[in-house]
């Protein structure tokens, strides 16, 4: 398994199996920096793993045959969360600003869609617009 390009690369499609051997760690990472180090310094970690996240995304978004743009749609939320985490605009998770439900709602939303859709359903069987069948079968 190509690390680099499945964390740094936007180009191709991945199946479901690399996939979740590289987004389990990140996504472990992050809670253990939640629970150990703080909600200030792991929004710092989660913005420092976003493209790596983004990146993965998008890779298995297009073996469903799915636009680059959901999963920028996705990561540029939680990058915003972030932010806001960081400039103390939205108070603590635990007890946030009414206001920021504005974002926690539609994001956590998009995050079953996407765990469900993206995570444990098959990509798109054959070539597709953003390369071969990772699995290597044909239509």
């Known amino acids: 398994m190509n690390w680099t390009y499945l964390l740094t690369s936007i180009e191709g499609r991945i199946s479901r199996q690399p996939f979740w051997i590289a987004m389990l760690p990140l996504f472990a990472l992050e809670m253990v920096a ?21 990146a993965l995304i998008a890779k298995r ?10 999963a920028g749609v996705f990561v540029g939320g939680l990058v915003l969360l972030g932010v806001l985490i960081l400039l103390d605009a939205i108070g603590p998770l635990e007890d946030p600003h009414t206001w ?13 869609i996407l765990l469900v859709d993206f995570g444990f359903r098959r990509g798109t069987v054959g070539d597709n617009r953003y390369g071969p069948d990772p699995l290597g079968t044909t239509a």
């Open 100 to 112: 920021s439900y504005v974002i926690i709602a539609p994001q956590s939303v998009l995050f079953l």
């Open 34 to 54: 939640h629970y150990a180090i703080g909600e200030r310094w792991s929004a710092i970690v989660s913005l420092i793993l976003a493209y790596p996240e983004f």
């Open 61 to 70: 978004g297009h073996d469903r045959n799915a636009p680059t743009w959901i």
